[in-house]
């Protein structure tokens, strides 16, 4: 029963992002967060070379994917949305790529790089993981890279802005162990107590092992929140993170409203954030 009711939580969740990522409104802002874009433009530049064989992942409006055909790379792109690639074909600098209509696991061919971004506001709730298992086994051909490469994600404790300083549940008398809803808060609204740390770092090229328990965390000062980041990196280099550094990404910061100085991250399911919960240690 429990595994039937995470399925229909997935099931519900895939529906949700597919018609969410068909609103070009929410492609807008990705175009418009140049760290992003700048960060995998510089990525691309370095990592994708003429005459290679390069596979965009979730392709949206095929900025990636126009990036690596500028180095001179066979590209194909897929996505899950006719009307994004609509978006995506219409562009004079997308001639020459393959736009198909598909999900990954349709995917037969073998390339040199694959690209993605396939990142929501908790790092790991597009299942990033389970997409780049599946095409390291089926489609990266020998010596290929994923780009990026690398993935860190952090639970750091922070203090927030005045215009979102919301009581947490326990300041009106409920158990301090209870699961609790994230709230979401632009990256400017927010301050780290201390210099970040990741809690859990992959090598996509790697077999990754996802984690469900992470440590136990404990800050000296008084927080008024838990706030989740992430950062994912090209040969050492951010590609692009969530971390609330200027300039700021478009993602905005997941926070789970405590003043706790000791906590424990529990992850049920990665790809779902309500299974996501701070818990008291």
């Known amino acids: 029963m429990q595994n039937l009711f995470k399925w229909i939580l997935r099931f519900k969740a895939v529906k949700s992002r597919k018609t969410y990522f068909s609103n070009i409104r929410h492609h807008e802002i990705m175009l418009s967060d140049q760290k992003r874009c700048d960060g995998y433009r510089i990525a691309i530049s370095t990592g994708v070379h003429n005459g290679q064989h390069v596979l965009d992942v979730g392709t949206g409006t095929g900025l990636l994917a126009r990036f690596a055909a500028q180095q001179g790379a066979y590209v194909t792109a897929i996505d899950n949305s006719c009307k994004i690639l609509r978006v995506a074909k219409s562009h004079p600098e997308s001639i020459g790529i393959t736009f198909k ?13 694959i690209i993605f971004e396939l990142f929501g506001s908790f790092g790991l709730n597009e299942g990033v993981l389970d997409t780049i298992s599946d095409l390291r086994y089926r489609c990266l051909s020998q010596n290929g890279e994923f780009l990026p490469d690398s993935f860190e994600l952090f639970c750091e404790p922070v203090h927030i802005s005045q215009f979102y300083n919301i009581l947490p549940l326990e300041s009106f008398g409920f158990p ?3 699961p609790i809803q994230w709230h979401k808060i632009p990256p400017e609204c927010v301050t780290l107590l201390r210099d970040p740390v990741p809690v859990w770092t992959c090598k996509f090229q790697d077999a990754i092992e996802i984690p469900l328990n992470l440590f136990p965390f404990e800050t000296s000062d008084v927080p008024d929140a838990w706030a989740i980041f992430f950062r994912a990196s090209y040969r050492g280099v951010t590609v692009c993170e969530s971390l609330p550094f200027h300039p700021y990404s478009h993602w905005n910061i997941p926070i789970f409203k405590t003043t706790l100085r000791q906590v424990h991250l529990k992850i049920v399911d990665t790809f779902l954030p309500e299974t996501w919960v701070i818990l008291s240690i």
């Not at 209509?101 to 790089?113: A, C, H, I």
């Open 176 to 178: 301090i162990n209870m």
């Open 101 to 113: 209509r598909m999900n990954s696991r349709m995917v037969k061919d073998y390339f040199d790089v």
